[in-house]
Every structure is written in structure tokens, then in C-alpha cells.
């Protein structure tokens, strides 16, 4: 599992500015530019500081500034101010100082937006990550494991660290689950209103090949209720795998099929079920990338 507290790209990822700094620092270092940040009225404001005018050349400093954050991807972030100045003192109010006098404290200034990323692909991201806090798809035939548990008969006393990091695995899912909700808004409810009579039938006639994972889950259904969830997370890491590469309409439609599936496995897991709970959120949260999936078709269509 990673370790997220060291992870200064995941950090920077998050929207965090310090670990965005630090990554601009470091892949900046070669071209002796150093860089400080604020997070101001939905702005971040970036200060590129060097020894000469000839290392602050506006057009590739912004460009290799761009091209990092592109790369970074920071989370509710898109426009950025990037600012230079011949290298001073450290200032804590740098900003206040500079936007008190800009002509004569800067040798210039150029504001860049950060392209969105795929919401799609977002959601897959999110959901991989969601599955490394959980555990992976490597569930047993005979007995469903634990999220995060390390099987250790040799030391008994680790038993409530089991159970701490089984617990901030579901609080991940959660967490997960509400950032999807919040992405994707009224989206999601305009999404409901689409066919499913009218998918089901291009899905049909368009492509066979999803027929064969999706028949041997239902065959699976006569199999014992505590199995559902295992085949449900498998069918859900198909249809992770597919969104990677899927272009056209007719993959969509079969990436929303396959999510569907799942959440519909997940629904019948019965309360005696020692990862009920989970099951529950896996319902919720496999839907709404069915219905996602269900959009980018209607996209791709277009």
C-alpha cells in the first residue's frame, strides 16, 4: 500500500500547493529558477525567481510550467498566474508587494489555465486508487478477506491495527464516492433519464465480445449469496481496465453494461455478509460509473 503521507506527487495531485512547489522546484532546478506559491481568490499564484533576466525567458519558463502542472493535474485548480522577478530576499507578503507595484516589481507576468482532464478517466483513476486502500480483486474462492488485512497468526497483537486500517478503507470509499457525486452533479441526473431499452439493444447488436464475461457472471448467480461480492469486484475491474482503452460508442455501452452488472451483484449481498457495509457503497458507487460510462456514449455518438 502507499505510503500517501510521503507521496508528494499524489499530494500535489490533491491540490496541495506546498507539494506543488516542490515538484515545480525540482524539475525546474537545472534551469536555476526557484518558485514560490499562494492560493489567492481562486488564483494560484506562482513567483519564479533566478540570478539573471536570461534564465526567466518568458515563452519557456511558462511553457515548462504549463507543461507540469498539465502533468500534475491539481485538483479544483485551472488558472494560474506565473510572475518573475530577478532573485530577493525571502518576503512573506511577496504577493501584497507585488500587486502594489507591478511595473517595477516584476519583469513580467502571464496568466495560464490548466486543461481539464477527462472526467471518465478520472473516475477510473479514482476507482484504482479506491481498490489499493480496499484491497485487490485476489479474493478467494472460499472465504471473502478483509480490506487491508495482513493475515499474521504469529503476532495476535497487531489485531486493532487490522481493524484501524480496515476502517480507513471504507472512510476512503466514502470520501470517494462523495467526490464523484460532487464532480459530476446534475450530470448524473440527466443521466438517468437515458435509455436503457435503446442500450441494451445497440449493445446487442454492435459487440459480442462482452457477452462472455458478463454470461459467466450470470451463471455464477446460483452460486452461494457470499460469493457475489468477489464476482462483482471482478466484473467492476473488467470494466476499469476496458475505460482505459475504450474510443467508440459501442465500448461505452459495454463498460456501462458491466458496471451495471456489478451493481447489481453488489445489491444482493446479504446483511450476514462480513463486508455488507462495503457492499452497500460498492452499489452506489458502481452505479454512477455505469451511468458515466452511459454519457461518454451518448459523446462519442455525437
Known sequence: MVDRINDIAWQ????SVAAIIQLLNEKLAKSGVRTRAIFSDGILQIL???????QLEQSPVVAEIQQILDSIAPRH?????????IVREQQLLWLKEIDSDRENQLLWSQEITLIQPNIIKQLIKDFTEAQAGLGKSNFPKTQ???PLVLVNKEKPKNQPNKKILAAVGLCSLLLLSWVVYAQLGNNLKSLMQFQTSKSLTT?????????????SAKNNLSAPSDDQFAIAVRIANLASASGKTATASTQWLEIAAKWQRAS?????????????QEAKIRTQLYKKYSEAAQKEADKSKS
Do not use: F, W
Not at 12 to 15: C, D, E, K, L
Not at 206 to 215: D, E, M
Not at 264 to 276: N, W
Open 12 to 15: 500535489a495531485h490533491q491540490g
Open 77 to 85: 485548480i485551472r488558472r494560474v498566474n506565473i510572475n518573475s522577478r
Open 48 to 54: 519564479c525567481e533566478a540570478a539573471s533576466v536570461e
Open 203 to 215: 449493445e446487442n447488436t454492435s459487440n459480442r465480445k462482452v457477452q462472455t464475461p458478463l454470461s
Open 264 to 276: 447489481d451483484l453488489m445489491s444482493t449481498v446479504p446483511q450476514k455478509h462480513s463486508r455488507y
Open 144 to 146: 471473502v478477506s478483509r
